[in-house]
């Protein structure tokens, strides 16, 4: 992966630093021509990883499409931050239809697109976790079943944060949600292992699959911007911590990210026809209690009637993906 | 043309020739002829410039059509029953966005019990969705009303279902006439859409309104179907002039002018209808027939223009409101209020079960002379339903209805396909 081998990290930070790169090499946030998908003004929570991701990930789609981009939403807090009527943040063509059929409304447009002859115009569709591993699941398998020319994003806190912070199957085992109270001998979410989209997506064989963080902007930036490049179905899953859910500050979001990402507990990878093509590698590897202190979710892991048993799952299942996934420094990927 | 065809077929090649842009299919009978043709002619070639997309699901079929609607394509699709209700929450979508979809429903009864044969539960239970509702009385007519849906459905930029009797008319062979593809062009111009995705003028299709607007958007729907009610009529004028022939329109009456007791009812079972009204008439009964097809919007007032110089009527539905009684005899009996009209509601043909010639007579003679409740149930097995009740009564392990129902009645085998 290109980022990977030229470093440019400003000083005791992992931030990378525009000044020090040539014009065009900087990032799409950091250029004139950016624009602005997703203008100011919108309804999101302070800090919130999901606006962020959105707002980085559309703007790269645009670049790479040269402005010729449709958008479909699923419902969420993504669309109902963004809109309502008539304060619509969009500036792309933008629909909203349903909660769990964002993909196959994106094939819609992308089959009226193609009978049109407007190749030169693009389709993405994007939901949060629940929208695409749990009601949106089968419309987003059949639309990569197809192929169809589409890229999905899935921008991913790990619950149902627009209706209170709920479970979804992909709420990470012992966590806190509203319906996963920290109560009972294994408090939190049961224990599993979530649904893991990008490895279900994998298996469908589709050209690119990619996980970013907010923490790496420039690699989501890149990775969007890559897969822009590309026809077909494609899917990119990007962690979004969410300040309200997770009982984090608001100004910890990218730190949530980073240290998810450090810890080896969210992998970073992409993966074309179902192979890993590349990891972002872990550059400072930290024990998962760092990731999970700082948030209230897991508060009831430590402390008073801690459950140190619980950490050291959640270790193991870390330690799985730097394993399975070569996260480390001098392992191959 | 003329041709002898299966109603399936006509269809699709209705379809064909209104230049649809974006197919979407998932296949449940008695709908499956139609999207399978129409699929034969995307490959083939004969349908060019046409998108013919497998879906996974009906609700993928509807969301899809939704998807290529607002991207500016003519879309289409096509379902029965259990398809029709998977569908369910992008049917109001669409109809919500006001996105111009034509959907064929082949009418077929809702499960459970699983049941594929005709009746016309699945669209009716969509009564509310915002949809326009037309209803076929032959294949001929489901041809000539796919055309004029169209041009309907993109004149309002409302959804419409043109309902044709599964089985009965999708897989009946008769002779209809297709129309040839320059006297559609004439008819149905290009989609030219009143909201469109596109990016040299972006706009945000979907957000979210509130209470402070809500209401006038609904009533704006509500408006549209009452646009729709002097739209139909003019649609099938204009529809005689370029095809020559009378299809179409809000109401059709028969036999109606002196007669004393009226039969009111939707789709092909209209046909035997008419054939008992012109025996009873060959005998002297004054009687006439009400066919409705337009049951979204309800031609309310050309409902009580047809009624208001009988004595009475009665409404035959294949459809039940379940603790209720009829579904279309409620807005009939909405059209005629305060005519001191006597009415009466039938209910009959559900799952298939068949309308004959001598249930009708009987039923119609009844009503005539007034000695019918007020909900008949045509050719129900009281014995069985009866037997079945007892049964309730004294066991407490009853079993599955359904079964029970099979046995009492000295059969034994269930429907073979699903
Ligand atoms: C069919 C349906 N079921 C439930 C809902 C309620 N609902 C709206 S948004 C939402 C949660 C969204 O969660 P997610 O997809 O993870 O997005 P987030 O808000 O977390 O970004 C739910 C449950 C709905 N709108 N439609
Ligand atoms: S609840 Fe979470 S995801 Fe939703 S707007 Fe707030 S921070 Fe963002
Ligand atoms: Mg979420």
Redesign the interface.
């Known amino acids: 992966m290109g980022f990977q081998t030229v470093k440019f990290y400003q000083t005791g930070t992992f931030t990378v630093g525009n000044r020090l790169l040539a014009p065009d090499e900087r990032s799409v946030q950091a250029g004139e021509m950016r624009s602005n998908s997703i203008s100011s003004g919108h309804r999101a929570c302070q800090g919130c990883g999901e606006a962020l991701g959105a707002r980085y990930a559309i703007d790269a789609a645009m670049a790479e499409s040269n ?4 958008a ?1 939403n699923a419902t969420g807090c993504l ?2 931050f963004s ?3 008539p304060e ?1 943040s ?9 909660f ?2 964002a993909p ?13 002859g407007k190749h030169d ?1 693009r389709v993405v569709a994007q939901g949060g976790d629940g929208g695409t591993t749990d009601i949106g699941f ?2 987003l ?2 639309m990569f ?2 192929n169809d020319d589409v890229l999905y994003i899935c921008y991913d806190n790990e619950a149902y944060m627009n209706t209170g912070v709920q479970r979804s199957s992909a709420t990470p085992p012992a966590a806190r949600t509203a319906t996963t109270m920290p109560v009972g001998n294994e408090p939190g979410n049961v224990f599993g292992q979530g649904k893991n989209l990008p490895e279900i997506a994998m298996a469908h064989g589709i050209p690119y699959v990619a996980t970013a963080t907010v923490a790496d902007l420039r690699d989501l930036e890149y990775k969007v911007r890559k897969a822009m490049k590309i026809r077909g179905a494609r899917y990119i899953q990007i962690f979004v911590p969410c300040p309200l859910g997770w009982g984090t500050a608001s100004d910890a979001t990218i730190l949530m990210a980073r240290l998810a990402k450090e810890t080896g507990t969210f992998p970073v990878f992409e993966a074309e026809y179902g192979e890993v093509t590349g990891v972002l590698k872990i550059r400072n590897k930290l024990p998962v209690e760092e990731y999970l202190k700082p948030q209230k979710r897991f508060a009831h892991l430590f402390g008073k009637h801690a459950h140190p048993e619980m950490i050291a799952r959640l270790q193991a299942i870390a330690d799985r993906n730097i394993r399975k996934y070569g996260l480390l420094q001098d392992q191959e990927s | 043309m003329l041709k002898q065809t299966e109603g399936s077929k006509a269809v699709a090649e209705a379809i064909a020739l209104c230049r649809p842009e974006v197919i979407c299919a998932y296949p449940i009978s008695p709908q499956t002829h139609i999207v399978e043709a129409l699929g034969e002619m995307v490959k083939s070639g004969e349908l060019p410039k046409c998108e013919f997309i497998n879906v996974e699901s009906e609700f993928a079929a509807m969301s899809v059509a939704i998807g290529s609607s607002a991207a500016g394509a003519r879309s289409y699709t096509a379902t029965a029953s259990q398809g029709l209700l998977f569908m369910v929450e992008a049917v109001y979508n669409a109809s919500g966005l006001g996105l111009p979809i034509v959907m064929t429903v082949a009418n077929r009864a809702i499960g459970a019990p699983i049941n594929i044969w005709n009746d016309h539960s699945d669209s009716l239970s969509q009564r509310d969705s915002g949809w326009m509702q037309l209803f076929a009385e032959t294949n001929q007519e489901a041809v000539d009303l796919h055309i004029q849906a169209f041009k309907l459905a993109e004149e309002l930029s409302m959804p419409i279902m043109v309902c044709m009797d599964g089985f009965i008319l999708t897989h009946a062979f008769e002779r209809v006439d297709i129309p040839s593809q320059e006297q559609v062009d004439a008819y149905l111009p290009p989609f030219d859409p009143r909201q469109m995705l596109d990016p040299a003028e972006p706009i945000s299709i979907g957000a979210m309104v509130g209470p402070e607007a809500f209401m006038e958007v609904k009533y704006l729907a509500h408006a549209k179907q009452l646009q729709a009610l002097e739209l139909i009529p003019q649609l099938a004028a204009e529809f005689k002039q370029t095809f020559g022939r009378d299809s179409g329109g809000l109401v059709r009456t028969y036999r109606a002018d002196d007669a004393e007791t009226m039969i009111v009812a939707m789709g092909s079972v209209l046909g035997t209808i008419k054939d008992v009204v012109d025996e009873m008439r060959e005998q002297g009964h004054k009687v006439g027939v009400l066919g409705i097809i337009s049951y979204r919007p309800f031609p309310l007032q050309q409902v009580r223009e047809a009624l208001v110089n009988c004595k009475r009527f009665l409404v035959l539905e294949k459809s039940l409101a379940v603790g209720m009684g009829g579904i279309v005899a409620t807005d009939v009996r909405m059209a005629v209020r305060g005519t001191g009209l006597k009415g009466y509601t039938a209910i009959a043909g559900l799952g298939g079960r068949p309308i004959p010639k001598t249930s009708l007579h009987k039923l119609f003679l009844e009503a005539e002379q007034e000695s019918l409740e007020p909900v008949t149930f045509v050719d129900l097995d009281w014995d069985a339903v009866n037997k079945q009740l007892e049964r309730e009564r004294q066991n407490r392990h009853s079993g599955p209805i359904a079964e029970n129902m099979l046995h009492d009645k000295g059969m034994s085998t269930a429907a073979k396909f699903g």
């Open positions: 402005g010729q981009l449709i479909a669309e109902v809109t309502p009527y619509s969009w500036q792309v063509p933008w629909i909203h239809s349903l769990g059929n196959a409304v994106a094939t819609g447009i992308a089959a009226a697109l193609k009978v049109k115009v089968g419309c398998s059949g079943e197809r």
